[in-house]
């Protein structure tokens, strides 16, 4: 076993089983990857959503991470991690009222609008704030990435204005009160490999940029192109090629900077940052042949990591996984793999070869870090949070602990009804 994996089997016995362990270099390395690939005028924004563990937002903020927040609570994370509100921005379909006053009174860079009624609002408690609002539109466009599985644009999504809707009366934005307009925000898709499609959709966004503010003389202080890129999880995937994606984006961005050298061009990432940098780490709890298969079970399944089961998608295909905790001449054996649920969609691995599995085995499914538990049915079958650990520069840090029973229970109400008498006496 190599240290990083005696590592994770370490951390994996010491804090509980199912864990999703970190390499904190990997999440840094991956982080410089992409901030290193794109020209020094682009500011990259973490997207919480994709993995919020605080101690994960603050070791991205300390190499200087921005951040994304979807809600009120990944506000306040990204802000105990460290961001200032000049790099936070605020997006999503539907935000509380109580969500935009605390946007608005910690005067964030930009709270990222989703329709005109939204801007009426966020106008309305500018007022009452005595304020003026940094906001960027979010538009949903005429187009959609190439390549990514997730087409966020150029259909009907609760995201946005429509493009075409968004020209004709951006005019009317502008004179909006009490709202400074710093430009405009697309988000187009997800797990995009092919590093020409990131760059044709930048550009069309850099163009529609252009278009609006020619057309409204308008002075705008910022631009979001989204991201979306993505990582391979699958055999017949290949890698972002990060050259390919820096010789295209570099040109591209420097140009758009010296034309609008005031206007602060962001790109948002989470997948690419945290994906490879995690691994769910589950304990085998029984071996069992069923139907002449050989089902492995272990503590951690979908319940945790919904992904790798696969759910919402017609094809399931494996996750890459490892035993790592077999003897040194295992040979490999073809495996099912369950989660704890009693449900037989609880697959983490079809048909998957591992070295052979013995029971209290420790297997990993790699590529993790992103979409993990914040994004599973956690409290199904009341299992709960599993541990979250980051291995960093020779250190383990637990930096959630596993949710216990009282945890679960604690948030439940009892109401006490009377017990029946005794039916037998
Ligand atoms: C989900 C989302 C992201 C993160 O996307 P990745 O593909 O995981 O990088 C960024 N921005 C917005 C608006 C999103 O909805």
Redo the contacts with the bound molecule.
């Keep these: 076993m190599n240290t990083k994996h005696s590592n994770i089997v370490a951390a994996a016995r010491k804090y509980g089983t199912p864990a999703y362990i970190y390499d904190g270099e990997e999440l840094v390395s991956n982080y410089h990857k992409l901030k290193n690939a794109l020209p020094s005028c682009v500011d990259v924004f973490y997207?919480l959503?994709?993995n919020p563990n605080m101690s994960l937002v603050k070791l991205l903020r300390s190499k200087g991470a921005c951040t994304?927040v979807c809600s009120v609570t990944e506000m306040e994370i990204a802000l105990k991690a460290g961001s200032t509100p000049q790099d936070i921005i605020y997006?999503g379909p539907c935000k509380k009222d109580y969500e935009l006053k605390r946007a608005i009174e910690l005067n964030i860079f930009a709270i990222v609008i989703e329709s005109e009624n939204e801007l009426s609002r966020v106008s309305k408690f500018a007022e009452e704030a005595g304020t003026t609002v940094n906001v960027a539109i979010r538009i949903n466009p005429d187009f959609s990435a190439e390549g990514s599985p997730w087409k966020m644009g150029g259909r009907p999504t609760q995201f946005g204005i429509d493009e075409k809707h968004a020209i004709e009366n951006f005019g009317s934005y502008l004179k909006v009160p009490h709202i400074n307009i710093r430009g405009i925000h697309v988000?187009n898709g997800?797990?995009i490999l092919d590093a020409k499609s990131v760059y044709e959709n930048t550009k069309y966004i850099l163009g529609l940029f252009r278009t609006i503010s020619t057309r409204y003389n308008a002075q705008f202080t910022m631009v979001d192109v989204?991201?979306?890129?993505g990582i391979p999880y699958f055999q017949n995937q290949t890698a972002l090629d990060i050259n390919e994606f820096a010789n295209l984006m570099q040109p591209l961005c420097n140009a758009f900077h010296e034309e609008f050298p005031e206007t602060r061009i962001i790109m948002?990432?989470?997948?690419?940052i945290i994906g490879t940098a995690g691994r769910m780490a589950v304990e085998v709890n029984n071996i069992k042949i069923n139907h002449d298969k050989t089902f492995v079970v272990t503590d951690g399944g979908t319940n945790c990591h919904s992904a790798a089961a696969g759910s919402g998608r017609v094809v399931k295909r494996n996750f890459p996984m490892l035993n790592l905790t077999a003897s040194k001449h295992a040979t490999e054996k073809e495996y099912q793999v369950a989660g704890p649920l009693c449900s037989p969609d609880d697959i983490i691995g079809r048909n998957i070869k591992l070295k052979e599995v013995k029971v209290s085995d420790i297997l990993i499914v790699e590529s993790s870090g992103?979409y993990g538990p914040t994004s599973s049915p956690g409290l199904f079958h009341s299992h709960g949070y599993p541990s979250e650990v980051l291995l960093y520069k020779g250190e383990t840090h637990l930096i959630r602990r596993k949710d216990t029973a009282k945890d679960i229970m604690d948030m439940q109400i009892l109401v006490d009804f009377k017990a029946p008498k005794p039916i037998l006496n």
Excluded at 226 to 229: A, I, L, S, T
Excluded at 268 to 272: A, I, L, N, T, V
């Design positions: 997207a959503k994709v994304e997006l988000y997800t797990s989204g991201g979306g890129m948002e990432s989470g997948r690419f992103a």
